[in-house]
């Protein structure tokens, strides 16, 4: 299904190239522990593969609205009512009514004698910036101020007055003016054919040119009155200078109504005609956007509606509501839901498990194929992560795939623990930042994931198996028995148990090897089996530093980690490295969930798989850089 060729661009991950994830008849679960990638891995394929159906969290709790004791559920709807207000907040903040207040055009009146599109752009805003341009604004903009408001005022007459200049060289065949009035000469008063191109006019064309002549020679005056007036200090010759430049600009470049339409819009200002361009294209992907999530809205509902008796018994039985209670809106395209009481007495996992089961019949009844879910346990109580693993299970069908990340191990154990042959897993790695995809390999009874599992899988070979073994025995032991101090250093110890000899300089010795080049991808279980052995060794090689440094101090003996790092602290007797203090050890991970000695089979199996390679390195690279360094 993936290899890594697909992932080419997550330019900050390395995949081995064995990396891949193939969907077969199985339910695919990966665990992916924090900082592996697993979430980029997620949102790329979602980015890529709109042919595919997704559940994650955030989009759970996206599908869902509250109110009072209703709760209304379609796809994305959070996400899309967000959109809807991100647009009009983005077109109000354009403020078209006040950039056009600014020229007076408040009312039908005003925007008409304009034209008539201006009136639809003064009502439709989002229609206004869509068909916003910039083109020939510089060349208003650049006029002087005072020619910027008369040409805004006058707009209409120059273009009416370039319009009728047109009208007149169509006749002749884009003949100048001076040379249409030289032909008048030769013309008959009553001649209708014109004598250039051949057209048979309505009027004789003396008339008609006659007209036009006056309508431009009216035009040109009262647009020069209009200039004089708002310019009573100016010289004729100045003013009619000026005119001539505007009414050039106008007619050398082309500007039509939808030049002066725009620098309405933008009131007449260059800094908010760059707002409203951006904004421009702002309002295009959001429209995109919206298009796509009504279109994902639209596509649920009518697939949740095929299958209407599944989506009602999901709440008649698990949330008692009354099948009268369960509204399937064909109109807006959403179920709306009455609850038999105020959304707000129900937890978030409650509202989520509603929403997420009907996700999970959303996408049964689609014609997808191929499901990606995201962390699906989160924010559930055990009961019902495994109601939602049995959704999941149930969704299974001879054409569908499922293909579920995770962080959480429960994830897996649950799912083994209901439908073990339905599920396979495989984990993730990452090692000096390359992402490697290891199976586990083996079925079981009880946890996939566990110590135990661990132990009765590996080989016989794997180097550190009998300390492996001790982990799992030493749940058995007594508080007072001295093979606690295998995994401590009070001191240097050495025991022999069933014929075996074990020393915790066994463990410090890993550390002191250890470099940036100890771990190697290999196996999930041996890979596994490193990490707790490690996580294991570090706590006693800090206990090593602290036996050395206080000369074998008796009062170290016999105490909890915690304890120790406390006594160490607590009455100045540490003299060694000054970047090792109390506070830097007791933040550091690796090292306080192992100094709880109950429950040691699970914990450092849970809290190692939730490592990598790459963390646990640093981490132990990090403390031995603080211990021996001056």
Excluded at 181 to 190: A, G, K, M, V, W
Excluded at 341 to 356: A, C, H, K, P, Q
């Amino acid at each position: 299904m993936f290899n890594s060729d697909n992932f080419n661009e997550i330019n900050y991950l390395n995949f081995d190239a064995d990396f891949s994830i193939d969907l077969g008849d199985k339910i695919k679960i990966i665990l992916g522990p924090n900082g592996t990638g697993k979430s980029t891995l997620y949102k790329n394929i979602k980015s890529r593969h709109n042919d595919y159906a997704f559940i994650d969290y955030e989009e759970v709790e996206e599908s869902v609205i509250g109110q009072k004791n209703n709760i209304i559920i379609g796809a994305s709807i959070v996400e899309l009512n967000n959109k809807l207000s991100e647009k009009q907040t983005l077109i109000d903040d354009i403020d078209i009514r006040g950039n056009l207040k600014k020229f007076s055009i408040t009312n039908t009146a005003n925007a008409k004698a304009i034209s008539n599109n201006m009136e639809v752009l003064r009502k439709n805003h989002e229609e206004a910036i869509l068909k916003f341009s910039d083109e020939h604004l510089n060349l208003i903009f650049d006029m002087p101020e005072d020619d910027q408001i008369f040409f805004q005022k006058n707009a209409k007459s120059f273009l009416d007055l370039n319009e009728i200049k047109t009208q007149v060289d169509d006749l002749k065949n884009n003949y100048k003016k001076h040379i249409l009035e030289e032909i008048d000469i030769f013309l008959d008063n009553d001649e209708v054919v014109c004598p250039v191109c051949g057209r048979i006019n309505d009027e004789p064309i003396k008339v008609i040119i006659a007209r036009k002549l006056a309508e431009i020679e009216k035009l040109e005056e009262k647009i020069v009155e209009d200039y004089q007036l708002s310019h009573s200090g100016m010289s004729p010759s100045k003013i009619l200078e000026n005119v001539n430049n505007i009414k050039n600009i106008i007619v050398d470049n082309g500007i039509s109504i939808s030049n002066i339409e725009n620098y309405l819009l933008c009131g007449g200002n260059s800094d908010k005609a760059k707002i409203i361009l951006k904004s421009k294209q702002q309002l295009i992907d959001l429209n995109a956007k919206i298009l796509e999530l009504e279109k994902e809205k639209d596509e649920f509902y009518n697939n949740l509606k095929s299958h209407k008796e599944d989506v009602n018994s999901v709440f008649l039985l698990q949330f008692d509501v009354r099948e009268d209670d369960i509204i399937f809106d064909d109109v807006q395209k959403l179920i709306n839901i009455k609850l038999p009481r105020n959304v707000d007495t129900y937890s978030t996992g409650e509202i989520n498990l509603m929403t997420f089961v009907i996700c999970i019949l959303g996408f049964v009844s689609s014609d997808k194929s191929y499901l990606v879910i995201d962390d699906p346990l989160s924010s559930y109580d055990i009961p019902n992560q495994y109601r939602i693993i049995y959704e999941i299970a149930s969704a299974k069908k001879d054409n569908k795939h499922i293909l579920i990340f995770t962080h959480n191990i429960d994830t897996i154990n649950i799912a083994n623990s209901q439908y073990s042959s339905a599920f396979e897993y495989e984990i993730m790695e990452k090692r000096k930042n390359t992402l490697y995809l290891n199976s586990v390999g083996y079925t079981a009874s009880a946890n996939v994931l566990s110590l135990t599992e661990l132990l009765n899988h590996i080989e016989i070979t794997y180097p550190h198996l009998n300390y492996l073994k001790l982990l799992l025995a030493k749940d058995e032991w007594e508080d007072t028995s001295d093979n606690h101090l295998i995994f401590h250093y009070d001191c240097p110890f050495n025991i022999d148990i069933d014929g075996i000899n074990y020393s915790n300089d066994y463990l410090v010795n890993l550390i002191e090897n250890f470099d940036d080049k100890t771990f190697q991808n290999s196996s999930y279980l041996n890979n596994t089996a490193d990490k707790i052995i490690y996580c294991a060794a570090i706590r006693a090689w800090i206990e090593k530093q602290f036996y050395v440094n206080l000369s074998g101090d008796t009062g170290l003996q016999r105490k909890q980690f915690g304890d120790k790092i406390r006594y160490v602290f607590g009455g100045n007797r540490w003299n060694g490295s000054s970047r090792v203090t109390k506070e830097y050890l007791m933040s550091k991970k690796v090292m306080l969930n192992q100094h709880v000695h109950t429950e040691s089979q699970k914990m450092p199996f849970y809290y190692s798989l939730n490592l990598t390679f790459d963390d646990i390195t640093k981490e132990i690279l990090d403390i031995k850089n603080h211990f021996l360094t001056i």
